[in-house]
């Protein structure tokens, strides 16, 4: 039934490498066929923690003595005078199962196993290639490593299809977000096609009012392909460890009204009111004015996505030590299940076919990456249909030229 249940865990491994017996017997020190039987009892009373000793004659192991069945030989059959006098010779020699230091250790248990009853806890002796002596291996020992070895294989492998799970899930994210980005990309840069040729055309005809009406929506669309751009470029720099933060000292104030009048420039004309709330004093930082813009970019710009009506309001507060920016949209609002998702690289909360905004889903996450650059985090708040506020809280003094 042993041998059995080995068998059947070794074939579900599918071959998994298990520890050979060299790599996990011990060697304790052989003894000569001539050595006398008072120094073998000797050694076993003097050492409670040696169970067996190999009988080894020019490194060629010739027999086993145990603990158990020589002193029970010894008390049984000999007296005090044969006993001093004696070589270990003397008393009949188990004879050893002998294995290769290259068996592996499932292989050579199951073999153990199998030996009569009367032996099967008799330590096995281990040779090298040559035949030569090189240790001793125990049941309970071979167990113990067979246990733990197991262990270390289900272990291995439920984390091996973890990852492959985890690669599968990132492949499929990376397919839809090629998928996306490839339309996101494209449709920028033919609405700038069409429309520069559409003002090349008013232009020539003396149309001025129409140059101006879209020049607007040019001003649009290349905003959005700068967007998709500039978020490509930095997650990748991120992911490789190589993206710098230049500190210098700034203003945020006039970068919130340069963020709600690009915001406005993304609304196109919808009936939603850009607002601004901060002190008409300079609130001067210390950190990365070009990071730092891009971060409030990234969250006015997906407000502008999702607001059809009604207002967004970027709110600047903070204290002595950070500096805090909320920017709250009465827009679409998130749902409690997918407040999770929002961080996640590639993710969008609408899939490639029915979304109806753009966007590559890669805003939230380097926005959040580059808080955590600058020492700060962003929080997110959200009613379904109501509208959400994401909040960017860093610090108003980083020292030095960072690299993440």
């Known amino acids: 039934m042993?041998?059995?249940?080995?068998?059947?865990i070794g074939d579900s491994l599918d071959g998994e490498h298990f520890p050979t017996l060299g790599e996990v017997a011990s060697r304790p020190a052989p003894i000569h066929p001539q050595t006398s039987v008072k120094l073998v009892s000797d050694a076993f009373f003097h050492n409670a923690t040696l169970d067996a000793v190999a009988v080894v004659e020019h490194d060629i192991p010739i027999g086993l003595v145990t603990r158990t069945k020589f002193l029970a030989?010894?008390?049984?059959?000999?007296?005090?005078?044969?006993?001093?006098?004696?070589?270990?010779?003397?008393?009949?020699l188990d004879?050893?199962?002998?294995?290769?230091?290259?068996?592996?250790?499932?292989?050579?248990?199951?073999?153990?196993?199998?030996?009569?009853?009367?032996?099967?806890?008799?330590?096995?002796?281990?040779?090298?290639?040559?035949?030569?002596?090189?240790?001793?291996?125990?049941?309970?020992?071979?167990?113990?490593?067979?246990?733990?070895?197991?262990?270390?294989?289900?272990?291995?492998?439920?984390?091996?299809h973890e990852r492959a799970r985890e690669l599968e899930e990132v492949t499929r994210i990376k397919s839809q977000f090629l998928a996306n980005v490839t339309h996101e990309l494209r449709s920028p840069v033919n609405a700038i096609i069409e429309l520069a040729e559409l003002m090349r055309m008013a232009a020539e005809n003396g149309f001025v009012g129409q140059v101006r009406d879209?020049?607007?929506?040019?001003?649009?669309?290349?905003?959005?392909?700068?967007?998709?751009?500039?978020?490509?470029?930095?997650?990748?720099?991120?992911?490789?460890?190589?993206?710098?933060?230049?500190?210098?000292?700034?203003?945020?104030?006039?970068?919130l009204h340069e963020i709600a009048e690009t915001t406005r420039v993304l609304l196109g004309g919808r009936p939603v009111e850009v607002l601004v709330s901060a002190q008409r004093t300079p609130v001067m930082i210390v950190s990365d004015p070009v990071k730092f813009r891009q971060m409030l970019l990234n969250l006015a710009s997906n407000a502008a996505k999702f607001t059809e009506e009604g207002r967004i309001v970027l709110q600047q507060t903070g204290d002595d030590d950070t500096i805090t920016v909320a920017v709250s949209d009465s827009g679409a609002g998130i749902r409690t299940e997918d407040l999770d998702k929002l961080f996640i690289a590639f993710n969008q909360l609408e899939d490639a076919h029915t979304k109806r905004h753009a966007g590559t889903g890669l805003g939230l996450t380097i926005t959040r990456e580059l808080a955590l650059l600058l020492g700060g985090r962003v929080a997110v708040e959200s009613a379904y249909g109501v509208g959400t506020t994401f909040t960017v809280q860093i610090p108003k003094r980083i020292e030095g030229d960072v690299f993440s």
């Not at 042993?2 to 059947?8: A, I, R, V």
């Open 2 to 8: 042993t041998t059995q249940l080995l068998e059947t």
């Open 73 to 92: 030989t010894v008390f049984r059959q000999f007296g005090w005078e044969l006993y001093g006098r004696k070589p270990i010779t003397a008393i009949p």
């Open 95 to 160: 004879e050893p199962l002998v294995l290769p230091a290259a068996e592996r250790l499932d292989a050579a248990l199951a073999t153990a196993l199998e030996r009569p009853q009367a032996n099967i806890y008799d330590e096995i002796v281990v040779v090298d290639a040559d035949g030569r002596y090189a240790g001793l291996l125990s049941v309970k020992q071979m167990v113990l490593q067979q246990s733990h070895s197991l262990a270390n294989i289900l272990i291995q492998k439920e984390l091996a």
């Open 214 to 255: 879209r020049l607007t929506l040019l001003m649009q669309s290349a905003t959005n392909l700068r967007s998709v751009i500039t978020n490509m470029l930095d997650l990748s720099k991120i992911e490789a460890g190589r993206m710098r933060v230049i500190v210098e000292e700034f203003d945020v104030v006039p970068v």
